[in-house]
């Protein structure tokens, strides 16, 4: 990818940034459009100033098809990848020339401070991913105290921890700089900032949550630092950040005109109970608003269900399968404590990745039918769930991960959105709201016209 193909991003992603949200309450007079980068890419948005810039850094198979929060029961007996640090290590260099980078000074993309991006290495890193996964990798192989740094690969520079490659965000910070022209690259403590007037990410070494102007999303590893060098993992560069940051280059994206529309349960499945009613019929109704919503913006729309009937997991993906030019919206509302509340959104668990949750599939050894939409997957995700985190004043849940049953087998991309829970009073009231389904729906409309526009360009090449 070289700094030309840079300055064809569209004039979406140059916008002021986004997102400052707060409690858990639904306000329809919040229900407006605001600017931002969200906005502009995928729709949603609320300026955040960028953190001060410092002189000195601190040193340093398918599963039931919905999520449920209770965490003793399981479907997978892989457990999920936990947050903890791996042990103290020692690094060998093997090759590579090093670069000495002042922190927190404004970079630009001159060739004295930022190597110039080799063509598509992006694109060569996540070719090589698949292959470096060829022996499955679980959390006790992660455990490993091996850790290389590689020699510089057009730019990149790869640490191996454990045979698990991570990527310094040095080297994330220099590729998008031409873009994004980043001015704050800080670490203090276990705290990480790197930003612009254009994009804020925020990152904790040892967690897998990160920010990106404020919207959460759950990385498939913990964020790594050794040696004062933050690591990202070079699969959550390639399956997250990148489709993300530059969704315009999305390999494989493929036009759609039709939106498949997935009301959860039904019939006899009646999911989860709520306050207000069942989950069936919240799921929907709003599938049916989301229907009248997307039609009004002039997608062609299908229906797995429109009435109370029940239909199998398989039969769900089967239909969206069949339809050409289309994408994969489920719905479904959650379940939980009486406190517990929030919007989530799900995508697909990438190859050599575990599940969010233990029971959302465990660890997926040798990948599924739906991770070839994997960039695709995770950029409709961002769209939907940033606009409507960014309208309303919800809890934000993340942007999280699982092997559901209808996302597994789908061939189109495809998201499993929780409309929020039904088991806490105040939000299954507004579930149960004629006002909140138009609304949050309409919200999902726009974001599907942002996902298509974001992705114009990689639609062109096919």
């Known amino acids: ?31 407006e459009e605001k600017p931002g980068f969200f906005k502009k890419l995928f729709g949603g948005g609320k300026e955040e100033a960028p ?46 020339s090093k670069k000495k980078v002042e922190l927190n000074k404004p970079t630009t993309a001159s060739k004295t401070e930022t190597p110039k991006p080799q063509p598509e290495p992006i694109r060569d890193v996540t070719k090589s991913v698949a292959k470096d996964n060829e022996a499955p990798m679980n959390e006790t192989t992660a455990k490993s105290d091996a850790v290389t740094v590689l020699p510089a690969n057009g730019g990149w520079e790869i640490v191996k921890i454990g045979g698990r490659d991570y990527v310094t965000a040095d080297s994330i910070r220099n590729f998008y700089n031409p873009v994004y022209g980043f001015t704050t690259f800080r670490l203090q403590g ?28 759950i990385l498939s590893f913990p964020v790594q630092s050794h040696n004062g060098k933050v690591l990202f993992s070079r699969l959550d560069l390639c399956k997250l950040i990148d489709p993300v940051l ?39 109704k709003m599938a049916m608003t989301v229907r009248t919503a997307l039609m009004q913006r002039g997608f062609k729309v299908i229906m797995t269900r429109t009435t109370d009937t029940f239909l199998t997991l398989g039969g769900r993906v089967a239909i969206a399968n069949q339809t050409p030019k289309s994408i994969f919206l489920s719905f479904h509302f959650n379940s939980g404590g009486s406190a517990a509340s929030g919007i989530e959104t799900w995508a697909l668990t990438p190859q050599s990745a ?3 949750i233990p029971r959302g599939g465990g660890f997926n050894v040798n ?29 934000d849940r993340g942007i999280k991960r699982a092997q559901w049953s209808v996302l597994t087998g789908c061939k189109r991309p495809g998201i499993l959105f929780e409309g929020g829970f039904v088991t806490n009073a105040k939000e299954c009231l507004l579930v149960a709201s004629d006002t909140y389904r138009q609304q949050v729906s309409a919200a999902i409309g726009d974001a599907v016209v942002n996902y298509r526009k974001a992705l114009e360009t990689a639609m062109a090449k096919r």
Do not use: C
Not at 13 to 21: D, E, M, N, Q, R
Not at 263 to 273: E, S
Not at 382 to 389: E, G, L, S
């Open 246 to 284: 530059y969704p315009s280059h999305i390999q494989n994206a493929e036009y759609f005109d039709t939106v498949v529309i997935d009301a959860g349960h039904g019939g006899h499945d009646a999911g989860a109970r709520g306050i207000y009613g069942y989950e069936k019929d919240f799921a929907l």
């Open 367 to 395: 990948g599924v039918t739906g991770n070839k939409q994997d960039s695709a997957n995770i950029a409709l995700a961002t769209a939907v769930h940033a606009n409507v985190i960014s309208r309303f004043k919800f809890v």
């Open 51 to 96: 953190p001060a810039a410092e002189t000195k850094p601190a040193p340093k198979p398918a599963t039931t098809v919905k999520p449920k929060p209770e965490p003793a029961k399981t479907t997978s007996k892989t457990p999920a990848p936990t947050t903890s640090r791996p042990p103290q290590v020692i690094i060998t260099t093997t090759g590579g």
């Open 190 to 217: 276990n705290h990480f900032w790197l930003g612009s007037s254009k994009l804020i990410l925020k990152a904790q070494i040892g967690s897998q949550e990160m920010l990106i102007n404020n919207i959460k999303f």
């Open 354 to 356: 575990a599940a969010t």
């Open 1 to 31: 990818m070289t700094s030309e193909l840079h300055s064809k991003l569209p004039q979406a992603i140059i916008a002021i940034l986004v997102f400052a949200l707060a409690s858990a309450s639904f306000d329809s007079a919040r229900a």
